[in-house]
């Protein structure tokens, strides 16, 4: 007595419209249980993707039967779809599914395009699977053809949601199609015009602030952004968003490769406006400036020693230069009580050259004491013992990874001798992608591995001494930018508050300059990052 065959079915839309109107569906499912019924086969399992497209594998329902083949015991014998093109409309991709569930006893069954499984019917299949992917790219060249002419007449393409500060309104309605356009929120429009104002010129009571503090203050108040909290990134974007000035751009980013596209490809879609042009142009140039990637605040060529690291203890604003008599005195003073008196902070100010020798000689007989940097040493490699098992099990993924990707490429280069290669074009965009993502393996594996050395090298008590000295030498004597520079290597913060004086930094920058030792004779200012206290552990 032979046993009844078991069947997956698989069942696909490609897009959310369609799932919605039910419109493919019931329609698939009736013809694969008839199919079913007419060779006397069990249907095991449905699996049902409503709206994903089928040039991408990463589909829920899809991995979850992809799995389910897999598996052992498995749970079917044969994948049954209405054509190929359910199933992946990317050559490559099907064969690949194909393939791998033949080895585990899972056949691959149309029934709108039945092939046998000789050499005759392997073939047959893939030239359905080339043509289905040949259609998806025809159909997906010609579908933005039409969006891009859609978004220059000053459309709505939708996909995602418009702009914050915008809503969509119906434009005109070409048979059965609606075309929409933005319009300005006025909720949201306002918030924007405020993001903007703050960033500019404060409101009211506050100074200018920040991209940081912007969102904080927002988040404060209870002001919310379509339900979630200002963040970073949000503000930032909202700043540097042209549709506030009337022009919003489509097409700017590959979904598929989640990259940005060249300008030259970007379309222009006229919107109505939110900010006017001169205060945009203002935000811009002072996003600009502010770059630290542009301007640099710890190179700039101003001759103050502490340049925006004094905070204040009171209000933690940031102490800037005061002078008196004509410049004859200059102080480190609170910005704040500056600006906005006793009533914005109490403050408190210090003779800028008693703060400066105060905040040297504290670094160079405290922190870079040669005692202190030896007893950094030992926590050091007690931390690198703590760390060894973890950075051993990165390693061994990252191995993993670039052997998959090493067998990838190789797997091409035998398709290729073996002349089932049927797209020139395909194949290279494949290969070169293999080997991309081979490489970027490669150099990841290597960074992991030259860290571990250099974890494991030893640090000697001469190496640390002379550290020690070199760097007070520089800090006492050295040029004007580049003990600034050095200066913000080992500090984070100076706090003042009523006579005292808080010094804290990072012991993993610390450790990490001593590394690394001193700069070579000659050097130029060093570059160095923003935020380096990542730890939140200080020398005070």
Not at 89 to 115: C, F, H, I, P, W
Not at 187 to 201: D, G, I, P, S
Not at 238 to 263: H, M, Q, V, W
Not at 420 to 442: G, H, N, P
């Amino acid at each position: 007595m032979s046993t009844a065959v078991r069947v997956a079915l698989y069942l696909r839309v490609s897009t959310k419209r369609q799932a919605e109107h039910d419109l493919s569906i019931p329609d698939q499912r009736k013809q694969l249980e008839a199919y079913c019924f007419s060779r006397d086969w069990e249907v095991a399992k449905e699996y049902v993707e409503p709206g994903a497209s089928g040039t991408t594998d990463n589909r829920p329902a899809f991995q979850d039967m992809i799995a389910d083949g897999r598996a052992k015991p498995r749970l079917f014998d044969t994948v049954l779809v209405h054509s190929f093109s359910r199933m992946a409309r990317d050559a490559y991709q099907l064969e690949y599914y194909v393939r791998d569930l033949r080895k585990r006893g899972v056949r691959l069954v149309s029934v709108t395009q039945e092939t046998g499984d000789d050499p005759s019917g392997e073939l047959v299949r893939k030239i359905f699977a080339m043509f289905d992917e040949y259609q998806s790219q025809e159909n997906a060249k010609h579908t933005l053809r039409a969006m891009k002419e859609n978004a220059r007449q000053g459309y709505w393409n939708g996909g995602s949601a418009p702009p914050f500060g915008y809503r969509t309104l119906q434009g005109e309605k070409r048979g059965d199609k609606i075309k929409r356009r933005l319009e300005p929120e006025p909720l949201e429009a306002e918030m924007v015009r405020k993001v903007f104002r703050l960033y500019l010129n404060g409101d009211g009571a506050i100074v200018p602030l920040g991209v940081k503090a912007i969102a904080i203050h927002l988040n404060a108040q209870g002001t919310r952004q379509r339900g979630r909290r200002f963040s970073n990134n949000s503000v930032y974007r909202i700043l540097r968003e042209t549709a506030y000035i009337g022009t919003y751009y489509f097409n700017r980013r590959d979904s598929r490769a989640k990259t940005d596209k060249p300008e030259s490809e970007w379309i222009a879609m006229p919107c109505p406006s939110i900010v006017d042009k001169d205060t945009f142009a203002s935000v811009q140039r002072k996003l600009t400036e502010r770059n630290p990637k542009r301007t640099p605040g710890r190179v700039s060529n101003n001759p103050i020693l502490l340049s925006g690291m004094v905070k204040c203890a009171h209000c933690r604003g940031t102490m800037g230069l005061r002078t008196g008599k004509s410049g004859k005195y200059r102080y480190y003073a609170c910005i704040k009580q500056a600006k906005e008196g006793a009533d914005g902070c109490k403050g408190c100010s210090v003779p800028m050259a008693q703060l400066d020798t105060t905040v040297t000689d504290a670094l160079i007989d405290r922190v870079l004491d040669p005692t202190h940097m030896t007893a950094l040493v030992r926590e050091l490699k007690a931390d690198t013992a703590k760390s060894e098992k973890a950075d051993t099990h990165d390693r061994h993924s990252l191995e993993v990874r670039f052997r998959e990707a090493d067998l990838r490429v190789t797997r091409l280069f035998d398709a290729l001798e073996n002349g089932t290669v049927t797209d020139s074009d395909i194949f290279r965009s494949r290969l070169a992608k293999a080997q991309a993502e081979r490489q970027e393996a490669l150099r990841l594996l290597t960074e992991a591995q030259r860290r571990t050395q250099d974890a494991q090298a030893a640090l000697s008590p001469k190496k640390v001494a002379a550290f020690s000295k070199g760097m007070a030498d520089l800090l006492r004597t050295g040029d004007i930018q580049f003990r600034k520079a050095f200066l913000r290597t080992f500090v984070n913060k100076v706090e003042l508050l009523d006579g005292e004086v808080r010094i804290s930094g990072s012991k993993d920058v610390l450790s990490a300059a001593l590394e690394a030792g001193l700069p070579p004779p000659g050097a130029g200012v060093p570059s160095l990052v923003q935020e380096w206290r990542a730890r939140r552990d200080s020398n005070s």
